[in-house]
């Protein structure tokens, strides 16, 4: 047994270094943590060219309309990006603490009344270059929750943005990248 521990040892490491090249190579690596729950660099890529892609259709569309669309440089957009995922994270957080177990049932409902729509698969895929499913998941539950929250916090007498800037402030929020930072409020640029 002494005689192969080497290359059992060997092994176990060329394994471990093919399996985090593969694990990092996919994008499942984190880039920010907001109170404990991570955002993986596949979902920022996800939202960033769903957003890039609604934002160049945007573009395209009032063109012909002749109306004007500011200019977005790929670091708004980008930046942009952030500022959302960090923001559904918090209100995903403050919905299961308002709303408790009901708040699955609730965003599902929410969601099913938008997805059953005819045409939404080819409208969702038009407009954002996504298929139905990674949709649901990247923009309309996060939406479904905020709207849950916000319907909470209505009945209280508060409002979302109130809560939002009160949760950004107590929040522990970090961003693991070279291009941005967390400012105590916002995403800011390096």
Do not use: C
Not at 22 to 49: E, H, K, Q, W
Request: neutral net charge; without cysteine.
């Amino acid at each position: 047994m002494t005689k192969y521990k080497f290359y059992i040892i060997f092994f176990v490491i060329i394994g471990f270094g093919i399996s985090m090249f593969s694990f990092i190579s996919s994008g499942y690596y984190p880039i920010a943590l907001v109170d404990g729950n991570l955002i993986t660099a596949r979902t920022f890529l996800n939202d960033y060219i769903a957003a890039s892609s609604y934002y160049d259709n945007l573009v395209k569309a009032n063109k012909s309309a002749s109306s004007s669309v500011p200019a977005l440089s790929h670091e708004d957009i980008q930046k942009s990006v952030m500022a959302g995922l960090i923001e559904n994270a918090l209100i995903k957080n403050g919905a299961r603490k308002e709303i408790g177990n009901d708040l699955s049932r609730l965003v599902d409902e929410k969601v099913n009344e938008v997805t059953n729509a005819p045409g939404m698969e080819k409208t969702v895929l038009a407009l954002y270059g996504l298929n139905l499913g990674d949709f649901k998941k990247e923009i309309l539950i996060p939406q479904a929750e905020r709207d849950v929250l916000t319907g909470s916090l209505f009945l209280r007498g508060e409002k979302i943005e109130d809560w939002l800037a009160a949760a950004k402030k107590s929040g522990s929020i970090m961003i693991f990248s070279g291009k941005f930072y967390w400012n105590g409020q916002d995403v800011a640029s390096r």
